[in-house]
């Protein structure tokens, strides 16, 4: 996993097909994804539940690239070395999901991932200003976490601040929420460089009828593209 900032497509499968996790996976990288994103939801940090490491365990041998975990739990700490084992390669905790953070990307890195925060609409870019050395991925929130196919909060001058923070240092800037052709330039004009879209790469398609996935993947990118 080289580090660059070039623009890279990951779609979120909170928008797949739920029974056909191992056949989605395989069809959209076919199409062309970077990455794949994997939203885990506790019911408690967030008001809806997906699957836990047992489910990211069983899609990894489906995912040839990056599988990208966000979790949407707390608290987030008792459970790191079960993703990490589940084959993550990388594991994105919240910055609002309980009072220690830095021991969180700390454990995170320690389990071998690669350590990602990520940032509700609320939450300002000053709440990472201190953890900069030790994050490989910033995420963020564009819409308020749950739930798929929801209105693009426009986050663009925090997206800008935190590229001011990162400086040089070899961290993604990630966007979740909202992400289409017509929002995905704003945010890529603004430094970010991975961009995750659930509805936005799903709609149209499936596993019997994959190409309007690789379709939509090239749209999102072309018009991020676009503005760099
Ligand atoms: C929201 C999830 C997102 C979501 C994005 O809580 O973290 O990854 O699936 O879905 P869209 O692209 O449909 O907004
Ligand atoms: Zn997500």
Not at 6 to 17: E, G, Q, R, V
Not at 154 to 175: C, F, Q, S, W, Y
Request: net charge negative.
């Amino acid at each position: 996993m080289a580090f660059d900032r070039s623009i890279k497509i990951a779609p979120s499968i909170l928008s797949a097909d739920f029974a056909n996790f191992g056949a989605e996976c395989r069809a959209i990288e076919a199409e062309g994804a970077d990455w794949v994103h994997v939203d885990v939801m506790d019911g408690h940090f967030v008001p809806n539940i997906t699957f836990g490491p047992a489910t990211c365990a069983a899609i990894r041998p489906h995912i040839k690239g990056v599988m990208d975990v966000h979790l949407m739990i707390a608290p987030v700490d008792p459970y790191i070395d079960a993703f990490a084992k589940a084959g993550a390669d990388i594991i994105t905790a919240h910055v609002e999901a309980g009072p220690h953070i830095h021991r969180t990307l700390q454990a995170i890195r320690g389990a071998g991932a690669k350590a990602g925060v990520a940032l509700n609409p609320g939450t300002p870019a000053s709440a990472v200003a201190d953890l900069m050395d030790m994050v490989d991925l910033i995420c963020v929130m564009t819409v308020n976490p749950g739930f798929g196919g929801q209105k693009f909060l426009d986050m663009t001058a925090k997206v800008r601040a935190l590229r001011a923070l990162i400086g040089n240092r070899p961290v993604h800037i990630e966007i979740d929420g909202g992400v289409d052709p017509s929002t995905a330039p704003l945010v890529a004009a603004a430094g970010a460089d991975v961009l995750v879209a659930g509805s936005a790469v799903f709609r149209g398609g499936s596993v019997s009828n994959p190409a309007p996935y690789g379709d939509n993947i090239r749209a999102i990118r072309a018009a991020a593209n676009a503005v760099l």
